[in-house]
């Protein structure tokens, strides 16, 4: 966060709700984009900060654009809304992208920075990637440290998310306020809550604009204008 938004923020007295995008971004795409503006419109976001994953050394063999590359065209697509904020929060002290990062680190270092009262960190998070949550690095302290918004994609049942939380992290019935939120609600945990985005998941995924920019198919309209110039003039994916 530069010095200017941490003043402008400051400046906001009433309680700051702060949404978290992370992914590759390899590239960011209209998908995206569809989830974060539903999500604002949905929230009212203060800020939604997009954080580009690092890509640590062990997989580097893995098929992603140099962090650079993935940050430059997520800092394009965020010109276009005025909440939107390209995040280098993974990217390292050296800038590189390259140093390993665990989501529950970064949504603490968040929550250090956006600690007023009130405030609010929202991660959020595709249907089939939250399915895969147990996978991560503390996974259960991470529910308990953000609300999470799920982007619901077709054929994940709300029950298959539900199933993913542990039952003990839940809040006992009675003992959670209703936050009078009209969102759909996947679960109340004991701090936080889980929410569910429908409706908004489309079919763009990164891997089929990669594709198609290899076989030198058009990418128009799945990448917004500025990120598939930027994709052209570096050959990106090719
Ligand atoms: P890839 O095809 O390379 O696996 P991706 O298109 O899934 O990439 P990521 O950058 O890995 O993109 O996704 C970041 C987050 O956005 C994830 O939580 C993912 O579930 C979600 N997401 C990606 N595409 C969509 C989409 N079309 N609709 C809803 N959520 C999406």
């Not at 198609?212 to 990120?227: D, P, T």
Request: proline fraction near 6%; glycine fraction near 6%; include cysteine.
């Amino acid at each position: 966060m530069t010095t200017a938004q941490a003043h402008r923020t400051a400046a906001k007295h009433h309680p700051r709700r702060i949404a978290l995008f992370g992914g590759s971004f390899d590239p960011i795409h209209s998908g995206h984009l569809v989830v974060a503006r539903a999500a604002d419109r949905r929230f009212n976001f203060d800020e939604m900060h997009f954080i580009p994953a690092s890509r640590p050394p062990h997989k580097l063999k893995q098929h992603l654009a140099p962090f650079p590359h993935r940050f430059a065209m997520v800092a394009l697509a965020c010109t276009e809304h005025p909440h939107f904020v390209p995040s280098l929060a993974e990217a390292g002290e050296d800038f590189s992208g390259t140093q390993l990062h665990y989501s529950v680190d970064t949504v603490r270092y968040f929550r250090h920075v956006y600690h007023g009262h009130g405030d609010r960190i929202y991660f959020i998070i595709g249907a089939d990637a939250f399915l895969d949550i147990p996978m991560w690095k503390e996974y259960e302290t991470l529910l308990g440290l953000s609300d999470f918004i799920i982007a619901n994609r077709p054929g994940i049942r709300t029950e298959a998310l539900r199933l993913v939380i542990p039952p003990e992290l839940m809040a006992r019935p009675g003992t959670k306020k209703e936050n009078g939120h009209p969102s759909q609600v996947v679960a109340e945990l004991q701090r936080t809550t889980v929410y569910l985005l429908e409706n908004v998941a489309n079919d763009v995924s990164a891997t089929d604009i990669r594709r198609r920019s290899n076989r030198g198919q058009s990418i128009h309209g799945l990448v917004s204008s500025r990120v598939e110039e930027y994709i052209l003039k570096q050959g990106l994916y090719r």
